[in-house]
């Protein structure tokens, strides 16, 4: 296990690694409440389509630990308003709000008073995290069969052990190649405007002891023209019913010049990534965040005062530039519906 992004605390607050903060500093916080759990999301302390899952739903039970003793229809009507405030934290990863549907489900099928419903939601957020522990466990061994020994991956963002209850998505196939001694080299965009490559992954592989090479993310259709890139790897925020799905912005770039240089392009993600209620990805709400991080960096004005500056969070990579779908329940192609496979 390279590193616990999670967990809870020892007097039950959801203890997280500020993830603003690395690589320059390892700072833990203890959340003690949903709102604080809120703004953590929101501030991407903690981040990424699985972890943002977890946190909402681990988010649910602090908020709500206070008012246990309350009668069933106050508890359950504050547990609506949370699941609420959480849902609307970020609008793109259906992870956040399939996790708090599952804790819905939890707390509307369980009989009793607040009490009985708080400990049963406490088992299920603690659920939600250990299973999707193991379902990056799953996306690594089906990942590692479409990555070849010595193979020089190319990735983007962060999708590993600091975005997920586990060891990642796209980089879980990365982490069990090395574990069972095989080579693998890994590209790493850095991923502006927010850095997740050069300050999250970059940090996780070089602590893994992983072979990888940081690079700007203009210089990855040169080095797919050179060659030097056998299969990319990305993770997903929300994979609709035909495959289109939603990413770091970023990656719909990379699924094209891969494309056009024949280089395999898969995409990694648990099974609650996708929304088969989404036809395409058209349809798929795209975070747009401040300005600022695009004109400021560290602090410093890289831009003009008054420069306007776009920045959508993610974009939308049309299906037929993916290979192949590395899920939990193996490799997959669309399209998807709730049943499958
Ligand atoms: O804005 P972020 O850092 O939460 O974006 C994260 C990504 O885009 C990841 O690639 C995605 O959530 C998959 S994480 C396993």
């Avoid at 039950?12 to 500020?18: F, T």
């Avoid at 999707?132 to 020089?152: K, Q, S, V, Y």
């Avoid at 993310?217 to 997903?236: E, F, I």
Wanted: glycine fraction near 8%; hydrophobic fraction near 45%; aromatic fraction near 4%.
């Amino acid at each position: 296990m390279p590193i616990q992004a999670i967990s809870w605390s020892p007097s039950g607050a959801v203890r997280i690694i500020d993830q603003r903060a690395l690589p320059e500093a390892e700072i833990t916080r203890d959340l003690e409440s949903a709102e604080s759990v809120a703004e953590a999301i929101r501030q991407l302390q903690v981040r990424g389509a699985p972890l943002i899952g977890i946190a909402a739903a681990m988010g649910l039970v602090v908020g709500t630990r206070d008012i246990r003793t309350a009668p069933r229809s106050e508890f359950l009507a504050r547990v609506a308003e949370l699941s609420d405030l959480l849902a609307n934290t970020r609008p793109t990863a259906i992870n956040l709000r399939w996790a708090l549907h599952r804790m819905a489900g939890v707390a509307q099928s369980t009989l009793g008073d607040g009490a009985v419903v708080w400990e049963r939601l406490h088992a299920e957020a603690t659920a939600i995290w250990e299973d999707d522990r193991a379902m990056c466990r799953r996306i690594g061994e089906h990942g590692l069969t479409i990555l070849p020994d010595g193979a020089n991956v190319l990735t983007h963002c962060n999708t590993g052990a600091l975005a997920t209850g586990g060891i990642g998505t796209a980089l879980a196939p990365i982490y069990l190649a090395h574990e069972q001694g095989r080579k693998v080299h890994v590209y790493v965009d850095e991923t502006r405007p927010l850095l997740q490559g050069s300050r999250l992954t970059m940090w996780e592989l070089v602590h893994a002891g992983i072979p990888c090479t940081l690079i700007t993310d203009a210089a990855a259709a040169t080095l797919m023209r050179q060659a030097k890139v056998d299969v990319v790897l990305v993770g997903a925020d929300r994979i609709c019913a035909n495959g289109d799905f939603a990413n770091k912005i970023g990656t719909y770039g990379l699924a094209v010049v891969a494309r056009h240089h024949g280089v395999p392009f898969y995409c990694a993600a648990p099974w609650s990534t996708v929304d088969s209620s989404l036809p395409d990805g058209d349809l798929i709400p795209i975070e747009q965040r401040a300005p600022g991080e695009v004109t400021v960096m560290a602090g410093r004005p890289i831009a003009p005062e008054g420069a306007a500056a776009l920045n959508p969070a993610f974009d939308v990579t049309p299906a037929r530039y993916v290979t192949g779908f590395i899920t939990d329940r193996g490799l997959v192609q669309p399209p998807f519906s709730e049943s499958d496979p």
